[in-house]
């Protein structure tokens, strides 16, 4: 390889470092059962009406996909209405295909995009394979985006802005005067996108309702997904919902056959699943409400989460200690350093024996480490 040239930008992208398998840690640690509750999964597992399309999908696995992209996008059309048609969706292989996409589209000849400190590492990571500058503004004491900062950032260069409600991996969300206020702000020539991957977990009714802007043709993206709350993680089906001449212009960075039918099919028909739809938003949002009362308990400090996981901060051994202990007892969470969290450890929502035996087994680890309340 030494008289290979490479490519600076890529060589400078931090590696994105995905959750511990359950086969990965039955093997390290000998154990029998292990829980996963570090990938914001489905708790509750895909949709039967998903598995029996995927099934019959599955007949025309020998050919390319077909016109299975254009019924959802239809369907989706359908779905949120305000004049939508299928030419303001695009679908990708999972939402951070999208992001790939739109990074690509606006990222280029340099330019900055702007982030939070504390979020989802793709926009970061994009932005440097595109040749980007990550501007990146803190989030304030709140652990909440600090718009007025964001505005700041901002300049003639600036491309992007990437806004992620409820935000990953604190749980927060931006309100709707929040995001009023931003969006009589911020300039024409910005892309302002809206990750909106955890929404339908949301329960606040102040959050920032992100389509009324992309229905009046200004500059927003959304990004939404079938991985959470559809828990089709594994088939990677994501879309995002633009103005149509935006959808149009991005999709000259779609790769050909991005998606197959099989996952399409799937996704389309858990859409149509109104008893599994409700039953695992319940089991979500029961969940979540136990995390944070049983974290309280505990002394942990949360954050107060509208998304299908809970984080605390500053566990008293600290959050790289207490996950390896969690790890050897069996439990996989989410130790944030790479999300730009020091000390802070997200939770996925699991089934309910999975919560009640996670925070048992935390309860007894303080206790172990003499920190307990």
Request: glycine share 6%; net charge negative.
């Amino acid at each position: 390889m030494t008289k290979l040239r490479f490519n600076p930008d890529l060589m400078n992208v931090p590696l994105y470092v995905a959750g511990r398998s359950i086969q990965e840690i039955q093997e390290k640690f000998g154990l029998d059962k292990v829980v996963k509750l570090a990938s914001n999964e489905s708790p509750v597992g895909p949709s039967p009406l998903a598995i029996q399309a995927a099934l019959e999908m599955m007949e025309e696995a020998h050919r390319y996909p077909g016109v299975a992209d254009g019924v959802l996008r239809r369907k989706l059309a359908k779905k949120f209405g305000r004049g939508f048609t299928e030419e303001n969706f695009l679908i990708g292989n999972g939402a951070t295909d999208l992001l790939r996409m739109i990074t690509q589209a606006f990222t280029f000849d340099g330019g900055n995009n702007v982030m939070a400190d504390a979020t989802f590492p793709m926009y970061h990571i994009l932005t440097t394979t595109f040749s980007g500058e990550c501007r990146v503004v803190p989030l304030d004491a709140n652990h909440r985006f600090n718009l007025d900062g964001t505005l700041a950032a901002i300049d003639d260069d600036t491309r992007i802005v990437f806004l992620c409600t409820p935000n990953n991996p604190t749980g927060a969300i931006i309100t709707q005067g929040e995001f009023d206020r931003f969006m009589r702000a911020v300039p024409e020539h910005v892309v302002v996108l809206m990750d909106e991957s955890y929404h339908d977990y949301v329960t606040d009714p102040s959050h920032a309702e992100s389509l009324a802007y992309v229905a009046q043709g200004r500059n927003v993206i959304v990004l939404r997904s079938f991985s959470k709350s559809s828990g089709l993680a594994n088939l990677r089906v994501g879309y995002m919902i633009a103005p149509a001449e935006i959808a149009e212009y991005v999709r000259h960075a779609l790769m050909p056959f991005n998606t197959s039918d099989i996952a399409l099919g799937a996704a389309s028909a858990s859409m149509d699943d109104d008893e599994y739809n409700e039953r695992q938003r319940k089991t979500v949002l029961d969940g979540r409400e136990y995390f944070q009362s049983a974290f309280a308990d505990l002394d942990l400090q949360t954050i107060s989460s509208q998304a299908n996981f809970v984080t605390f901060l500053s566990p008293p051994m600290g959050s790289a200690r207490l996950t390896e202990l969690l790890l050897q007892r069996g439990f996989i969470v989410r130790e944030l350093t790479m999300f730009g969290m020091k000390n802070a450890i997200r939770v996925s929502v699991g089934l309910p024996e999975e919560n009640e035996a996670f925070v048992e087994t935390l309860k007894n680890i303080l206790e172990t480490e003499g920190v307990a309340a």
